[in-house]
């Protein structure tokens, strides 16, 4: 499969707890998104990364928000002390060079439910 | 800042039915805009996208759109539906001055009759 990929799929934590996502870009995509999908809602952007560097970051929803791509591959995003209202759907996208023109391919999602 | 508005928030056609899902974005600049479909556990797959040039633009599975400047919409129809169309729609705007993020509307939920 050469789509975008997130790891895990579901995650199910404590309040207080923190939690980890991974996303995986389809190979030679440059351009790496974040978005967030709480139920009956479209997506919502949090942040993008161009290669490693992280271009846009104000939309992150808190301080407890933090997301890094370090190689310019995959991309990590980061929960600290998660709390109830950050159950949500968790969306990565990926596309070729970010341009105009360029299609966002969106991975499956991870869920996260916080007790 | 850019907003997408989809007022129907479910529809329910019946199987072989025309369809037309309804989608209003503002946006200060040329908008490109987006139709992505979801079915559940799946993510987002595109269906159109419209940049520039003609305003009728085709997508996979038998859809289209049209882009309506005068009017600020974005319409996604289809002439016959199918069962498997059954899903949440959602219509998107792009913001080439904040790197491209997707500004999306609340999607609208389709159920198929059969």
């Known amino acids: 499969d050469t789509g975008v990929s997130q790891d895990p799929r579901h995650k199910i934590t404590k309040r207080g707890q923190n939690v980890t996502f991974r996303c995986d870009p389809i190979?030679?995509?440059?351009?790496l998104y974040w978005y967030r999908q709480t139920l009956g809602q479209g997506p919502e952007f949090l942040t993008y990364?161009?290669?490693?560097?992280?271009?846009?970051k104000s939309r992150l929803l808190s301080d407890r928000f933090s997301a890094e791509r370090p190689k310019g591959s995959f991309s990590t995003l980061e929960i600290q002390r998660t709390e109830q209202g950050d159950s949500a759907m968790y969306l990565c996208?990926?596309?070729?060079?970010?341009?105009?023109?360029?299609?966002?391919?969106f991975g499956p999602g991870t869920r996260l439910t916080v007790l | 800042a850019q907003s997408v508005t989809q007022p129907d928030i479910h529809i329910t056609v019946s199987e072989g039915a025309s369809l037309e899902l309804r989608c209003n974005y503002s946006?200060?600049?040329?908008?490109?805009l987006f139709w992505y479909v979801q079915s559940p556990g799946q993510g987002l797959q595109l269906l159109l996208k419209?940049?520039?040039?003609?305003?009728l633009v085709q997508g996979i599975k038998g859809f289209e759109a049209e882009f309506k400047r005068s009017q600020s919409s974005f319409n996604l129809r289809k002439p016959s539906v199918h069962w498997s169309d059954a899903a949440e729609y959602f219509c998107?705007?792009?913001?080439?001055?904040?790197?491209?993020?997707?500004?999306f509307g609340g999607g609208t939920r389709l159920m198929v009759k059969p």
């Open positions: 996208a990926s596309s070729l060079r970010g341009g105009r023109t360029d299609t966002q391919y």
């Open positions: 190979s030679e995509h440059n351009r």
């Open positions: 990364f161009q290669n490693e560097a992280q271009l846009e």
């Open positions: 946006y200060g600049a040329t908008p490109y």
């Open positions: 419209y940049f520039s040039g003609d305003t």
């Open positions: 998107a705007v792009g913001a080439e001055n904040a790197g491209n993020m997707l500004t």
